[in-house]
């Protein structure tokens, strides 16, 4: 398998709890110093990369080293970054950026790493998408609009790859006690706090891979994280859109 951000915070996490059940595991992230120790942490079966997502050549390169001429059994993209704040108050490059990574670099991998998905066995990828593709998030304008387009991705890829035997699945935390959300003051956060850690998405990943193929065809692809995020979606789904806009309307209210 390979994990896209595994130098830390839910990425590492994932890493982890593969490491653990015996996976051999392409640990990459941007900051090769935090994914080298990680592998010197775990042992022979993690791998240490660098990788910037949004680089083409890079996939090729971790993948053609990592796969060889064999296939792949499970890409993660877990790699985000987010710079909260009113729209206009944060500098478009960094809304540029988060687009750059969290859809950018979801589509590169996934377009990279097919022609070994194809040759794995009971192939699977597992995008991380996130609460805030439910309804646009005041104060995570760039980022919400950056998961909306991951919830897409998926569901389209879902749908492509089940010929080729790819099952496609997104996970959907809500806020998660990473260096993300550290000191992230926005109104959101500060009404419903945060209640998961790095570990909560971890075992879902874990549940979702191991989920048995038998359901695919009757149930969602996308798996949320935690009581929250599961009312949410829920809500969502049976609640008209001027509702939805009330609801996160007063969440985000400061």
């Known amino acids: 398998m390979l994990v896209t951000g595994a130098g830390a915070g839910i ?3 994932i890493t982890r709890r593969f490491d653990t ?8 992230d941007i900051d090769l110093a935090a994914v080298e120790a990680l592998a010197s942490e775990l042992g022979a079966n993690v ?3 660098e990788l910037d997502v949004v680089d083409p050549a890079g996939w090729q390169r971790v993948l053609g080293d990592f796969c060889g001429d064999g296939g792949l059994d499970l890409l993660v993209n877990n790699a985000g970054i987010v710079s909260p704040g009113y729209f206009v108050d944060v500098p478009l490059g960094a809304h540029l950026a988060a687009v750059d990574v969290n859809l950018k670099g979801v589509m590169t991998g996934c377009h990279t790493a097919y ?11 597992v995008n991380l998408a ?23 991705l998926s569901e389209a890829l879902d749908l492509e790859w089940s010929r080729d035997g790819i099952r496609v699945q997104a996970i959907w935390p809500l806020f998660v006690a990473t260096a993300m959300t550290e000191n ?12 998961l850690g790095p570990d909560d998405v971890a075992a879902a ?7 048995p193929r038998m359901f695919d065809a009757v149930r969602s692809i996308h798996r949320p994280v935690g009581g929250n995020t599961t009312v949410s979606m829920l809500a969502t789904a049976v609640s008209p859109s001027w509702i939805q806009r009330h609801i996160n309307g007063y969440l985000a209210r400061r």
């Open 130 to 152: 996130s609460a805030s593709a439910l309804y646009g998030q005041a104060e995570l304008a760039g980022y919400s609009a950056t998961k909306f387009g991951v919830r897409g």
């Open 47 to 49: 791998v240490a990369y």
């Open 11 to 13: 990425g590492r996490s």
């Open 21 to 28: 059940a015996g996976w051999r595991v392409a640990a990459c």
């Open 184 to 195: 992230m003051d926005i109104g959101t956060v500060n009404r419903m706090g945060v209640r």
């Open 115 to 125: 022609p070994y998905l194809r040759r794995g066995n009971s192939p699977q990828v």
């Open 205 to 211: 990943v874990w549940k979702a891979v191991n989920r």
